[in-house]
């Protein structure tokens, strides 16, 4: 069974920091990170490609780093100078694994609330 596990969320007052980290049972090919406030759609925030590609959202700009370690198929996501609205479930997400690009996959997400 292909899984994702999430862990690192907590609670932070604003202005601090959090590391999120996703350890996958296969070697995607893209490793990524969406969140999801209450009432909100899920939103994308960054993707890492197994050749260290990177894309991302809008709505960490600046206040983030992602970063992947193959060998552990983990994927990291440095949360930085947080902000109450950055208070949301992250679900790490998974896409493509050899001979089949198109399989993805979420994680079962994990909380990060920031007081202010």
């Known amino acids: 069974q292909v899984q994702l596990v999430e862990s690192g969320g907590g609670m932070v007052q604003a202005g601090g920091s959090l590391r999120l980290s996703c350890t996958a049972t296969r070697n995607f090919n893209v490793l990524g990170w969406y969140r999801q406030a209450p009432g909100d759609q899920r939103e994308f925030v960054a993707y890492?490609?197994?050749?260290?590609?990177?894309n991302s959202g809008d709505s960490l700009k600046g206040r983030f780093t992602i970063s992947r370690d193959n060998a552990k198929s983990t994927v990291y996501l440095d949360l930085t100078n947080l902000k109450p609205e950055d208070t949301a479930v992250y679900y790490c997400?998974?896409?493509?694994?050899?001979?089949?690009?198109?399989?993805?996959?979420w994680g079962q997400g994990t909380q990060v609330t920031v007081s202010s």
């Open positions: 890492i490609t197994r050749g260290y590609r990177t």
């Open positions: 997400w998974g896409k493509g694994l050899p001979g089949v690009p198109g399989y993805e996959t």
